[in-house]
């Protein structure tokens, strides 16, 4: 009889570990969506690969604030990158650096310096913690990169 109970235990216990694994990592994405979206960076970026679940979000976060959904700004189109895969590119530690202080990574070229007068460099306002959720739910991003071909990105290399 004991023995049975043990033979059983092993995989129930895996189960267990397994879903909470599951619901832990699901945690986080729906965190880091809604910080996406109350933060605003969706309004220069996309994450095409959880499109549908960013415009959830999108619709939740506005329905929360009684406001209307702006459509995003056609200006903005093609300056900042798709975040598909940017867990694939960047460590979380490099993203939280980027964040607090996004000026310090973008080159000085012509181009690059009219970018920026569109205020395309501002840092990350809100706290530790949720700078924290947002850059961890980044890091988790390692989808089929969605960029445009033709993509010219301003940051310096590292
Ligand atoms: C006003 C537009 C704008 C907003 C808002 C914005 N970003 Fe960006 N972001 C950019 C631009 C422009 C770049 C640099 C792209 C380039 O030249 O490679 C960038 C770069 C990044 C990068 C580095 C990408 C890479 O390929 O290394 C990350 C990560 C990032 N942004 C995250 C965020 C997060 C998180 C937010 C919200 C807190 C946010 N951004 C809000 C415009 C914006």
Same mark, same amino acid.
């Given at each position: 009889?004991?023995?049975?109970?043990?033979?059983?235990?092993?995989?129930?216990?895996?189960?267990?570990?397994c879903?909470?694994a599951?619901?832990?990592?699901?945690?986080?994405?729906?965190?880091?969506?809604?910080?996406?979206?109350?933060?605003?960076?969706?309004?220069?970026h !996309?994450?095409?690969?959880e #499109?549908? %679940?960013?415009? /959830?979000?999108?619709?939740a $976060?506005?329905? +929360?604030k009684?406001?209307?959904?702006?459509?995003?700004?056609?200006?903005?189109?093609?300056?900042a990158?798709?975040?598909?895969?940017?867990?694939?590119?960047?460590?979380?530690?490099?993203?939280?650096?980027?964040?607090?202080?996004?000026?310090?990574?973008?080159?000085? !070229?012509?181009?690059?310096? #009219?970018? %920026?007068?569109? /205020?395309?460099?501002?840092? $990350?306002?809100? +706290?530790?913690?949720?700078?924290?959720?947002?850059?961890?739910?980044l890091?988790?991003l390692?989808?089929?990169?969605?960029?445009?071909?033709?993509?010219?990105?301003?940051?310096?290399?590292?």
């Open positions: 009889m004991g023995q049975n109970v043990g033979f059983l235990l092993l995989p129930v216990m895996m189960i267990i570990l879903s909470m599951f619901a832990q990592d699901s945690e986080v994405a729906e965190n880091g969506r809604k910080m996406f979206i109350e933060k605003r960076c969706y309004t220069c !996309t994450i095409n690969a #499109s549908d %679940a960013i415009q /959830k979000e999108k619709v $976060f506005a329905k +929360s009684g406001v209307e959904l702006k459509p995003d700004d056609e200006d903005d189109e093609g300056i990158p798709d975040l598909s895969d940017i867990g694939t590119k960047k460590d979380a530690e490099s993203m939280t650096a980027f964040l607090k202080n996004p000026k310090k990574s973008f080159k000085d !070229t012509p181009v690059c310096k #009219s970018n %920026a007068k569109k /205020k395309y460099r501002k840092r $990350f306002k809100g +706290s530790p913690e949720e700078l924290d959720v947002l850059v961890i739910y890091s988790s390692n989808y089929d990169s969605y960029m445009e071909e033709d993509f010219v990105s301003c940051l310096k290399e590292e």
